[in-house]
């Protein structure tokens, strides 16, 4: 890990006083303190290709907490670091400092005026819940980011965000009317509108100097500062250019806090932030102009926003093709196309009146048939259509960094802005310097405003960072020439410090070092940031220098999948990289994590429920696949996934598989927790709990002979008690019931023996030996289908298993062994093409999933096409026309429907939803939540109950009390049902129990 210069003292000599400052800050503050190394490696990234280790985390409690920090941090001569979500592209938010987190608990709003459409917040807040808050007063805050799911007010303000719709909206400069900022002498000031400022207070004083500042320069700012709307390169200094005014504020009065707006907590940390609102469209629509070519979608942007939208944003054919991979993406992103387009414009019209949206998209189809493209925009006048559009469009970051490989798109210049009339032939030549370089680059975003997202893909590893100098000094003489901006969005940080001198010339430049000295004399306010920065080349900066290596280990799946080289320019995947090495597959499957943090969102989703509970980096998606990417490369010593560091950081992981489709990137921290609870357990052995878990098939046939034991167990409290402790099991959990054996039973071998189409029952040891009226009902509606119904035993061995229980204890052998003894009785059915069906989602996803990477090869890849959940399959059946399935009302008239996790990772709730549509008379909700908290074993566990029944609080348990009495609770998850049943004391049934009520 790596280190900034720039500072007096060595790093031995500050090794005491840092500890001092650990010690202290812990003593007095009451919000957490992290100084760890896992802790401080979690921080070391933002979503750069930056790593800079902090020297601690402070994450204050209340605004109490943030100026003691900071008091002390001074007393020490210690830099500070202000940081939100940490989502900055540039490298802002890294820095050797003492990192302060506000997202977790600096995040409320404090003021709130409807009539003056004003509201004061704290800078933690994140835009997404602002936005959900102020909905019900018809107002928004519109910088709408595409990382709005996660990024906060704080850092938004301090990056001069933007946006999509800053055609219409400006950037957060033109929106943000105050700031309550604590300044590095320890003062407070309250920056706002020059003309009010109290006479003598601090920002008054500021403000003078400042002006004097700015004037002295003037000339060269009305020459430097690009007059374009999107540049927030340096500081606003223009906002006292009176001989050539370009206001930030509509009136154009000058506003102090229009200085600390794009300043990167270089001059200043926020308390609160004053924004202006803006009323929210009544109406929208949307128009898909499709391209034949890149440059045409380039050249007639310039016509597009004559019409007035409030959106133009371009996707082109790569985030296409990557979009088409991705199976939440794909059948939305299929609905925008007509024929195989190289670029697609998405452009928006929004206001009051629906009529003149519509009109104007009207007027958008007129248009483009007059410029000679007749019949190319896709019209999407609904709003649920339109919203599902732009969550593709603001994925695009991560839909890009999910390519495979160790070549990756890389952000350094990719939000310069020229104006509209350049803009083809720039996009032009700068794709001519890539090929020049043997790459291409990926472009999407802000067409209308002339700043395009544009990332060349490079090996950073390799010789990555000498194409991307010479790169960055093309394209700045691009930039040059079309009079734009070098820095349009995503602000300086590391990654264009250096370009600031460049932009603004000598003088400008030595005037922003002027200021910076004004508020921070001892330069210990994000240091190394818009003044006196290093080269964005400096590779002691970078998070995969020439000399990143992984440490040797061999990981139990096949990850060689990951282990891919591609041609930038053609796009064809070569042989793996870095062969022989059998660590790489599994380390470039952790880093397709960009740390852009989209796992932060809370409104929607599975991904992810822990941190959404505790609000921890370490319990992130991301905090975690940087916890095992220093693992990997020995950053956190040479112990490899067997560590305490992994072991914490997964430690509240559920296995939900919520990342795996919620993540654009695809990380799958699921199949990584298994490679650490393996590693882990070879290493230190298994507890009795992790045996009794992992064995469970085994001991099952034994358990459900004796049916009434545990549930005398149960009846003795005393006993329960002693039982559960010896186990690590919560005192609040029931014990699981063993209650018959349904592939022994007679209902097993009854039914209809004859028929032309044929199925396999997997029975699941869960829904054998302890819900056998799921598997009985299942059977019941097959037959009554039509169908003969296989099941998946013979009466002189044991019942197959998928294995996941000794997957989710560590049991990683065991896990295989079952694999193969499955796969090998399931195969001939395979091959006779008869469908694999499934009660229990962990179960069957996990012959979609985990199979695939034990090493089987075609056979488990033929297993995964023929595997089927049961409401899967009975989709298929009636869209093939193979369902003769006739259905009754059930008596009741009301189903609510929790997915389970795996279903949701794959896709498959919406059969369910298809299936209880079958089923006259019964309507049907289904219920908006994260994962229900029990995840198998999970729930069960003594440590995790109080996290377990957190994570079902936040939505789920919530929804079903509220829910009718009489309404039918819907789940297909064994563990779902269990803790509806703990949760909520309401009993769930699987779909095939309601549907065999509905046989007619």
């Given amino acids: 890990m790596t280190s900034l210069k720039g500072h007096t003292r060595s790093r031995d000599a500050r090794i005491k006083p840092v500890t001092e400052l650990a010690a202290r800050l812990s003593r007095e503050l009451q919000g957490e303190v992290l100084f760890d190394h896992a802790s401080r490696g979690r921080y070391s990234t933002d979503a750069s290709i930056y790593q800079v280790t ?121 929106n943000v009317l105050g700031v309550d900022a604590l300044l590095a002498d320890g003062s407070e000031a309250s920056f706002g509108f020059v003309d009010e400022l109290a006479e003598g207070s601090r920002a008054h004083q500021l403000a003078e100097r400042v002006k004097a500042i700015a004037e002295r320069v003037g000339p060269e700012i009305r020459e430097h500062f690009p007059k374009v709307l999107r540049r927030v390169g340096g ?59 890149f440059y045409q979608a380039m050249d007639l942007t310039q016509h597009i926003v004559t019409l007035d939208p409030t959106a133009v944003e371009l996707v082109d054919r790569t985030m296409i093709d990557l979009s088409l991979e991705n199976p939440a993406f794909r059948p939305v992103i299929e609905k925008a196309l007509i024929g195989r387009p190289e670029a697609v414009l998405l452009v928006e019209f929004a206001g009051s009146d629906r009529d003149a949206q519509l009109a104007s998209l009207r007027r958008l189809n007129e248009l483009l048939a007059e410029l000679g493209l007749p019949d190319c925009v896709v019209d999407m006048p609904e709003p649920a259509e339109q919203k599902a559009l732009w969550n593709v469009r603001k994925a695009g970051l991560n839909i890009m960094m999910s390519m495979r490989g160790d070549g990756k798109p890389v952000s350094f210049i990719e939000d310069c802005a020229v104006p509209l009339e350049h803009l083809a032939e720039y996009t032009d030549k700068l794709t001519e310097v890539f090929h020049r370089y043997g790459t291409e680059g990926t472009w999407y975003a802000h067409a209308s405003v002339g700043t395009l997202h544009v990332r060349p893909i490079l090996d950073m590893r390799r010789d990555g960072a000498g194409k991307m100098r010479e790169i960055a000094e093309q394209a700045s003489a691009l930039v040059r020439d079309y009079k734009g901006a ?20 000598s003088t400008v430049n030595d005037a922003f070092r002027e200021v910076k000295q004004l508020f921070d004399p001892d330069n210990l306010f994000n240091p190394g940031k818009i003044v006196d920065t290093p080269r964005m080349d400096d590779e002691r900066y970078f998070r995969f220098p020439k000399t990143y290596r992984t440490i040797p280990l061999t990981p139990v799946f ?46 929607a989703g599975t991904m992810c429920p822990s941190y959404r509970v505790t609000r921890d980096e370490q319990h992130l998606t991301r905090g975690r696949a940087n916890t095992l990417r220093l693992v990997l490369s020995g950053q956190l010593g040479d112990e490899g996934l067997a560590s305490d560091d992994v072991k914490e950081a997964l430690d509240l992981c559920v296995s939900c598989k919520g990342c795996k489709r919620d ?61 559960k402790k010896a186990l690590g099991l919560a005192a609040e959990r029931s014990l699981p019931v063993f209650d018959g054996n349904f592939l022994a039973s007679r209902e097993a071998s009854a039914g209809p023996a004859v028929g032309t189409r044929e199925v396999l029952l997997f029975v699941d040891t869960f829904n054998n030996y302890m819900e056998g009226d799921n598997a009985r009902a299942a059977k019941r509606v097959l037959e009554a289908a039509g169908y003969r119904v296989h099941l998946n035993v013979r009466q002189d061995e044991r019942p197959l298993c998928c294995g996941r229980t000794y997957l989710s204890s560590g049991q990683f052998d065991k896990a295989r062994l079952e694999a193969r003894r499955t796969l090998d009785h399931l195969m001939p059915h395979v091959r006779r093409g008869v469908a694999i069906v499934g009660l229990e989602p962990s179960c069957l996803l996990t012959m ?142 699987h779909v095939a129990r309601l549907l065999e009520q509905a046989l007619a």
């Fill in 848 to 989: 979609r999933d985990e199979f695939l990477q034990y090493g089987f090869g075609k056979e488990a890849q033929a297993l995964s096409e023929a595997a089927y959940l049961f409401e899967e399959f009975l989709v298929k059946a009636r869209h093939d026309g193979e369902l003769p399935l006739e259905l009754k009302a059930p008596g009741v008239s009301r189903a609510m429907l929790h997915g389970h996790c795996h279903q949701k990772a794959f896709d498959a709730v919406r059969p369910i939803e298809q299936v209880l549509g079958w089923i006259p008379g019964l309507e049907v909700e289904t219920i908006e939540s994260s994962c229900c908290g029990m995840a198998g074993s999970f729930g069960y566990e003594a440590e995790h109950f109080d996290a377990s029944m957190k994570m079902a609080e936040l939505s789920l348990l919530p929804a079903i009390r509220d829910a009718d009495a009489d309404a039918v609770l819907v789940a297909d998850g064994t563990s779902c049902r269990q803790q509806i049943r703990d949760g909520a004391a309401r009993e769930a049934i």
């Fill in 235 to 293: 500081y606003n200094l223009d906002l006292f250019d009176c001989q050539n005014p370009k206001p930030y504020d509509p009136d154009g009065r000058v506003n102090l806090a229009h200085l600390l707006v794009g300043s990167e907590g270089t001059l200043g940390v926020s308390r609160t932030i004053t924004l202006r609102l803006s009323p929210l469209p009544e109406h929208k629509v949307l128009g898909v102009v499709n391209f034949p070519t």
């Fill in 486 to 505: 070098y820095s349009g969005e995503h602000g300086d940080g590391l990654c264009r410090g250096e370009w600031v001198a460049w932009q603004f010339g």
């Fill in 54 to 174: 902090p020297f601690g985390v402070v994450i204050p409690r209340h605004q109490d907490d943030l100026r003691l920090a900071l008091d002390i941090a001074r007393d020490a001569r210690v830099p500070v670091l202000a940081r939100g979500a940490g989502t900055s592209q540039c490298g802002q938010t890294v820095g050797e400092a003492l990192v302060i987190d506000t997202s977790p608990h600096l995040n409320g709003i404090v003021e709130f005026d409807p009539e003056a459409r004003t509201v004061v917040v704290e800078p933690g807040i994140v835009l997404d819940h602002l936005n959900a808050w102020l909905k019900p007063h018809g107002l928004w805050y519109p910088v709408d980011v595409s990382t709005s799911a996660q990024c906060t007010l704080g850092g938004m303000t301090g990056n001069n965000s933007c946006g999509s719709r800053s055609i219409r909206y400006g950037n957060m400069v033109h």
């Fill in 558 to 603: 096949d990850w060689s999948g990951w282990n891919v080289t591609r041609d930038p320019l053609t796009g064809e995947q070569g042989e793996p990289g870095s062969a022989g090495d059998p660590t790489h597959g599994l380390a470039m499957a952790v880093e397709m994590c960009n740390n852009n943090g989209h796992c932060r969102k809370f409104d």
């Fill in 663 to 723: 993540c654009p990137t695809g990380v799958d921290m699921a199949k990584f927790k298994i490679e650490a609870r393996t590693a882990r357990a070879r290493a230190h052995g298994l507890s009795l709990r992790d045996r009794m878990v992992g064995e469970m098939p085994r001991y099952a046939p034994w358990a459900s002979r004796l049916p009434g034991l545990l549930g005398a167990v149960e009846r003795v409290p005393f006993l329960s008690r002693r039982v």
